[in-house]
């Protein structure tokens, strides 16, 4: 009873008492945080990677490293920031090893989200829209698009994490966004 | 076809009033403020400012959808994850116990120490422990230490009186299971949760 007491508390604790809790060691705190954040995460790294199948070892590798840094959150409150950020490094370390092996042919597309029956009758149009529209859009015009819309990266950022003048991102930028923008007002 | 016009308007920059998309996402992205008079007055640029905030909604909602549909693989990497942690539980520091063969060092880890009072303090009714930190070098014998904990508690507790049992609950436990001479234990409550939903009001 106390024990089931407990955990409903540590389901609903706020992420700072999280943060904290994990920071000194506890496990259980931290796979609260985990599965609170740990699928946006994932669905997150995919959308950046361009690829469904690393996804799931982006976010655990996020999540691993997380653990070992906690302690030095200045932060805790601002756990859930910091950890999108360890995903966001994660995701583009793989990306740039990728690069070198230059097999970018080699990545399987994401699965797309209509084989699934069900799927189709849950997902309105327009996300399945935007997942696709996004899905097609060239590997760099993609990643900063993510990571300034959905990762909240500023310029300067996007551009040191891709390797790019500020110039060619804000070019991506628009390419990206007016690209999308026309998908999903033909949805509407 | 309302919306068939304005995608035309917006990959036409004339439309918008001199300004560029990408400066509308900009000032977007800073919240509309300060307010642009000639961007807002411009009828452009609002239909450009409402698509780009559809465009910026419907990511999020795409993101949290494909988020919630796979539990099941999800919990294959957070059960993977959990394992991998375990092996490599945070010790922190030595802290020594008087051992009666001189021969044998006996030692407790500060990790074990912080477990200790986060498994006393969360039988508390409502109280669950944040931060525990063990103040002073807890590594020399007799040393004087602080103990420094935070805590969420359930709205409508008597503060005052929930903070004085934590501290006597936390010396108590170290008093038992540990030799630490314990100067101070500060209690600082830094969340209430409601008791109905139990959600910490910081977490929104």
């Given at each position: 009873m106390r024990e089931a007491q407990q955990n409903t508390l540590l389901l609903e604790a706020s992420d700072g008492i999280l943060a904290a809790r994990a920071a000194d060691g506890d496990v259980d705190a931290f796979e609260v945080l985990a599965r609170r954040y740990g699928p946006l995460m994932r669905v997150f790294a995919a959308k950046l990677l361009g690829s469904d199948v690393e996804s799931d070892d982006v976010v655990q590798e996020a999540f691993l490293t997380a653990w070992r840094q906690l302690d030095r959150l200045a932060e805790p409150r601002a756990v859930k920031s910091w950890l999108m950020r360890m995903v966001t490094n994660k995701a583009?370390?793989?990306?740039?090893?990728?690069?070198?092996?230059?097999?970018?042919?080699?990545?399987?597309?994401?699965?797309?989200?209509?084989?699934?029956?069900?799927?189709?009758?849950?997902?309105?149009?327009?996300?399945?829209?935007?997942?696709?529209?996004?899905?097609?859009?060239?590997?760099?015009?993609?990643?900063?698009?993510?990571?300034?819309?959905?990762?909240?990266?500023?310029?300067?950022?996007?551009?040191?994490?891709?390797?790019?003048?500020?110039?060619?991102?804000?070019g991506l930028l628009v390419r990206a966004r007016k690209t999308l923008m026309h998908e999903m007002e033909e949805w509407r | 076809m309302v919306d068939g016009v304005l995608v035309e308007s917006i990959e036409e920059p004339d439309d918008l009033d001199g300004f560029t998309l990408d400066e509308l996402s900009e000032y977007l992205d800073e919240g509309r403020t300060p307010i642009n008079p000639a961007i807002e007055a411009s009828p452009g640029c609002q239909m450009a400012l409402s698509a780009l905030e559809r465009l910026k909604n419907v990511s999020w909602s795409m993101l949290e959808a494909e988020a919630h549909e796979a539990p099941e693989r999800d919990n294959v990497w957070i059960t993977g994850l959990l394992d991998n942690i375990r092996r490599e539980i945070r010790a922190g520091r030595d802290i020594p116990l008087t051992s009666p063969d001189p021969d044998v060092r006996m030692i407790l880890t500060e990790g074990s120490v912080r477990g200790l009072i986060r498994a006393a303090c969360d039988q508390v009714d409502g109280v669950l422990i944040g931060r525990c930190v063990l103040a002073g070098d807890v590594t020399i014998p007799g040393e004087p230490i602080d103990v420094d904990v935070t805590a969420s508690v359930a709205w409508g507790e008597n503060l005052h009186q929930l903070a004085r049992e934590l501290r006597s609950i936390i010396r108590t436990a170290l008093a038992l299971h540990t030799e630490l001479n314990v100067a101070a234990v500060n209690v600082t409550i830094e969340d209430i949760h409601t008791h109905n939903d139990g959600k910490a009001k910081e977490h929104s």
């Open positions: 583009i370390d793989r990306m740039r090893v990728r690069k070198q092996h230059d097999d970018i042919d080699d990545y399987e597309p994401p699965a797309r989200s209509s084989d699934n029956p069900e799927r189709i009758i849950e997902m309105r149009m327009q996300l399945q829209a935007l997942s696709t529209a996004l899905t097609n859009l060239p590997d760099e015009q993609r990643q900063a698009w993510v990571l300034k819309e959905l990762g909240g990266s500023s310029y300067g950022e996007i551009a040191e994490t891709l390797g790019l003048p500020a110039s060619t991102v804000r | -």
